[in-house]
């Protein structure tokens, strides 16, 4: 298991506020993302914990691509996975995103 | 394509155990207690060095099911195995314990897992027993629970009794029911007793219409959430299942029978040709309508 966190920057207004959502399974090859509100504005933080150790430069460039695709300022992002590859945890990362603000509206 | 109309089918199996929880319920009526944000996740795990799930791998909650209120708990098969740790236990406990104490119309367990969580060894095994005496206090508190079994995990060890305790029980064709699952089963007692790779004969064994046919599944459905939530609302009406020591020595005297019926049989299917189905080679690949008229005098207990 290794713990990585990130605080990304994310310029613009802040995301509105709705109730957590989840998405996604902690099973082999997936994982499973929590949002939330709760970073200050103008930042996204990211709690990840995962079971694969050493791929620290992989999530921050999959959580960069993450950070310019969405409006993310003021969000908290958490992700328990159990070795998702980079494609699947930007699916699930961009399913969590919109999930939540579906329900902001 | 039939000429029959075409509805779209959800899949129960395929579904994770929100998806179920959601298209079980009236739509948007779920609200979860004790959610992911809460992260009440296993203290084990984490001494293990595993990943958690925000969840522990089991949603509860409290929602309406046709305009009644229920509680419900679905667990996450793909989670560890839908294995039952301490914080997952307490969580179906808790439920239980609400409905024994708030009286709700029913609880419905949707069940897919292997038993006890091996990782969290005694606390698992506590949390198993717990969760037992749970179901039997609701019931004698006069709140029906109903055990849903048809996701991929099937509902096996200890929580394969917890589903027996409960008034009544829901299986597909593709949910499985047992104590001692396959693989456990052929590690212990060789594969002349049991072939865990053989998967026709691990549904013959444990599957759906085997436990129908003993009476032990009261309904046999399609893989389709709406006929999970439809059998699931109907065995809520139907009157729980006594919990007293005339009920139980029925039971056993139906288990008598049972053996003496069937204690010779070597596989599933010659308990079937006993029972008196006219081909029991060919009920495996029935789908369930034209399975219930092929086994309507041949059904052994149940309701």
């Given amino acids: 298991m290794e713990r990585l966190s990130f605080d990304l920057a994310c310029p613009g207004a802040p995301a509105p506020r709705a109730p957590p959502v989840v998405v996604g399974v902690v099973a082999s090859g997936n994982l499973e993302v929590l949002v939330e509100p709760g970073a200050a504005p103008g930042t996204c933080r990211v709690e990840v914990a995962t079971s694969a150790r050493g791929f620290r430069e992989i999530w921050s460039a999959v959580l960069d691509d993450f950070a310019g695709r969405h409006a993310l300022s003021g969000l908290a992002v958490s992700v328990n996975d159990a070795g998702a590859t980079p494609a699947v945890v930007s699916l699930r990362l961009d399913q969590a995103v919109e999930e939540y603000l579906g329900g902001a509206r | 394509m039939s000429d029959r109309g075409i509805r779209a089918r959800h899949s129960y199996r395929e579904a994770t155990a929100r998806r179920r929880l959601a298209g079980l319920l009236d739509e948007g009526s779920f609200r979860e207690l004790l959610g992911p944000e809460h992260r009440v996740t296993s203290p084990h795990l984490a001494a293990l060095d595993l990943p958690a799930a925000f969840d522990d791998g089991v949603v509860v909650g409290a929602g309406l099911l046709l305009g ?79 055990a849903l079994v048809g996701g991929g995990f099937g509902c096996f060890g200890g929580m394969g009794i917890a589903a027996r305790l409960c008034d009544a029980v829901a299986m597909s064709e593709e949910g499985r029911l047992g104590i001692t699952g396959p693989d456990v089963l052929e590690t212990t007692k060789g594969v002349e007793e049991l072939d865990a790779s053989d998967r026709a004969l691990v549904w013959r064994t444990y599957g759906g219409k085997h436990r129908y046919l003993l009476g032990e ?69 029935l789908e369930a309508p034209e399975f219930l008229r092929a086994v309507a005098g041949a059904r052994r207990g149940g309701r």
Wanted: glycine share 10%; proline share 4%.
């Fill in chain 2, 68 to 146: 009644e209120p229920v509680l419900a708990a679905s667990q996450e098969g793909s989670f560890m195995g839908g294995g039952v740790g301490e914080v997952h236990g307490a969580k179906l406990v808790g439920l239980l314990e609400r409905a024994a104490r708030e009286r709700p119309r029913g609880v419905l367990l949707l069940l897919d897992t292997g038993g006890v969580r091996l990782q969290e060894a005694n606390a698992g095994l506590v949390a198993v027993s717990e969760v037992m005496r749970a179901v039997l206090a609701a019931r004698a508190a006069r709140v029906p629970v109903v």
């Fill in chain 2, 217 to 285: 599944a009261d309904r046999l459905l399609e893989d389709d959430l709406e006929a999970f939530r439809t059998a699931a609302a109907e065995l809520l009406r139907v009157s729980a299942r006594p919990l007293d020591l005339e009920e139980l020595e029925r039971e056993h005297r139906q288990l008598g029978r049972r053996l003496a019926e069937f204690g010779g049989a070597a596989d599933a299917s010659e308990v079937w040709r006993a029972a008196g189905v006219e081909r029991p080679e060919a009920l495996p690949l």
